[in-house]
């Protein structure tokens, strides 16, 4: 569960497998009795204006008519008294769980969404892939393609059509060139898209059925991109892209050799990849 306020000005409370956090400025965090620690914001440095508080709800004392669980109830009676709007992740969906009158979830009234798959077929022109590995010793210039190849991947999840063949703009509007434009081609593409409160796992599981899919079927790429819920006011991470090539050496991660089932794909001894991570406005590589 996550809720709702902006990182680093508003209160902000997390739930996930028990644990409790919450992150308040200074002034709520000195009127609610709990114990907490500083946490970094966007302030002066050496000013302490944030505090993180963390609850384990699933110690056995964690029940009502105990000290430390009576503390925690009287802050949000007594202090945390604003209503907030909760993003509700279930891990064990069932599939009449929007309409079934036994859901606990249900006497709060949730408004249920669901994660509709866009799938989209576009005709680019793609820039040379690669075909290094990224390292503290790699060039200056190899880096500067690979930050080239992350911007082309974003204008790819915009639908931007500066990167449709045969787009004509004006230099003047917009100077962006494609990398390697001397050596680009037109190729077709297909981009699978899900919006809304999606787990690690999920995403994960579906990128291990796309990286099985490229090394059976001999496709040329795949890139995943996550954009985070901005949880930190300073150097949190706010999303990634994930470049992968099919491997080429001849034996290496047989498809059938491996066993798998349909909700629990297997992961590869090793994959290459080229990995960026976006953390308060700036990409690592």
């Not at 898209?193 to 059976?216: M, T, V």
Request: glycine share 8%.
């Amino acid at each position: 569960m996550l809720s709702e306020g902006r990182a680093g000005i508003d209160n902000l409370y997390f739930l996930k497998d028990g644990h409790l956090r919450l992150e308040l400025p200074r002034e709520v965090y000195e009127r609610v009795g709990l114990v907490g620690h500083p946490i970094r914001d966007t302030g002066r440095k050496h000013m302490k204006t944030r505090y993180a508080i963390e609850i384990n709800l699933r110690l056995p004392s964690m029940v009502h008519g105990k000290k430390g669980f009576e503390r925690i109830v009287w802050a949000f009676k007594n202090v945390l008294t604003s209503a907030v709007t909760w993003l509700f992740y279930d891990f064990k969906p069932k599939p009449d769980a929007a309409v079934s009158q036994n859901e606990p979830i249900n006497g709060h009234h949730p408004t249920v969404k669901a994660c509709q798959l866009t799938t989209k077929h576009l005709e680019v022109v793609a820039p040379p892939l690669p075909s290094y590995t990224w390292t503290q010793e790699t060039p200056n210039d190899a880096v500067d393609n690979d930050l080239g190849l992350l911007e082309w991947l974003d204008l790819v999840a915009l639908e931007s059509p500066r990167i449709l063949p045969g787009d004509k703009v004006d230099p003047f509007l917009c100077q962006y060139e494609i990398p390697g434009s001397g050596t680009a081609r037109v190729t077709k593409i297909t981009t699978l898209s899900w919006r809304g409160f999606i787990p690690a796992d999920w995403i994960k599981k579906l990128y291990l059925e796309c990286f099985w899919a490229i090394q059976k079927q001999g496709l040329g790429w795949i890139a995943l991109s996550a954009s985070a819920f901005k949880t930190e006011a300073v150097d949190g991470l706010e999303g990634y892209v994930l470049l992968t090539m099919p491997s080429k050496r001849t034996g290496d991660h047989e498809h059938e050799s491996l066993p798998r089932d349909a909700g629990s794909p297997s992961t590869p001894a090793s994959i290459e990849y080229t990995l960026w991570e976006m953390t308060s406005g700036s990409a690592r590589s």
